[in-house]
């Protein structure tokens, strides 16, 4: 996989979208594997649920690429990108292509829900109700499932398109040349 060098890319995402996918994978991660000190997973589920704030903000008033309307497909779009993928013949996209995108709304939903759910569970209003933390666990695994997805789907257009998505998630660059949006 390529990584590309300045003089032949193109910055996509800025430091915000950066800073906030890296933040909000340390954060998850660790309110994941941490559930005592209960305080501890509960600082780490506001960051996340902080962060989704920020992204949502983000996603009507940020860069071009960081905008939900760069990246958010309709319905008939992300089953013709879907269909194409499975042909092997999907587009590149210099920003999230339409699966990912569908991922990120995904992902900001279940986290969102997760969050809700946790902070439900804190309150006397729904303390000890065992449906609140039926429902948090079932969105925290449906949110595993979910990661895995979109690790796979990362590695399969990175492979298909010869760069490297980690890095540019880090640089924020991805190589000119042929693509969509």
Same mark, same amino acid.
């Given at each position: 996989?390529?990584?590309?060098?300045?003089?032949?890319?193109?910055?996509?995402?800025?430091?915000?979208?950066?800073?906030?996918?890296?933040?909000?994978?340390?954060?998850?991660?660790?309110?994941?594997?941490?559930?005592?000190?209960?305080?501890?997973?509960?600082?780490?589920?506001?960051?996340?649920?902080?962060?989704?704030?920020?992204?949502?903000?983000?996603?009507?008033?940020?860069?071009?690429?960081?905008?939900?309307?760069?990246?958010?497909?309709?319905?008939?779009?992300? $089953?013709?990108? +879907? !269909?194409?993928?499975?042909?092997? %013949?999907? /587009?590149?996209?210099? #920003?999230?292509?339409?699966? &990912?995108?569908?991922?990120?709304?995904?992902?900001?939903?279940?986290?969102?829900?997760?969050?809700?759910?946790?902070?439900?569970?804190?309150?006397?209003?729904?303390?000890?109700?065992?449906?609140?933390?039926?429902?948090?666990?079932?969105?925290?695994?449906?949110?595993?499932?979910?990661?895995?997805?979109?690790?796979?789907?990362?590695? $399969?257009?990175? +492979? !298909?398109?010869?760069?490297?998505? %980690?890095? /540019?998630?880090?640089? #924020?660059?991805?190589?000119? &040349?042929?693509?969509?949006?």
């Amino acid at each position: 996989m390529a990584v590309p060098n300045e003089s032949k890319s193109v910055r996509v995402w800025d430091l915000g979208v950066r800073l906030f996918h890296w933040a909000l994978v340390t954060c998850f991660v660790a309110a994941y594997l941490i559930e005592r000190p209960r305080d501890l997973h509960e600082a780490f589920g506001y960051a996340v649920a902080g962060l989704v704030a920020f992204r949502l903000v983000w996603g009507v008033i940020g860069t071009r690429h960081a905008r939900f309307t760069d990246f958010v497909p309709g319905p008939r779009r992300f $089953l013709g990108y +879907l !269909r194409d993928m499975i042909r092997g %013949v999907e /587009a590149r996209y210099l #920003g999230h292509n339409p699966a &990912g995108g569908a991922m990120i709304i995904a992902l900001l939903t279940i986290l969102a829900g997760i969050c809700a759910t946790g902070v439900m569970m804190g309150m006397d209003a729904y303390f000890g109700e065992s449906w609140v933390e039926e429902a948090h666990e079932a969105l925290v695994s449906v949110a595993l499932a979910l990661v895995v997805l979109h690790v796979v789907g990362v590695a $399969l257009s990175s +492979l !298909r398109h010869g760069e490297n998505l %980690v890095h /540019a998630m880090i640089t #924020g660059r991805k190589a000119k &040349g042929e693509h969509r949006a």
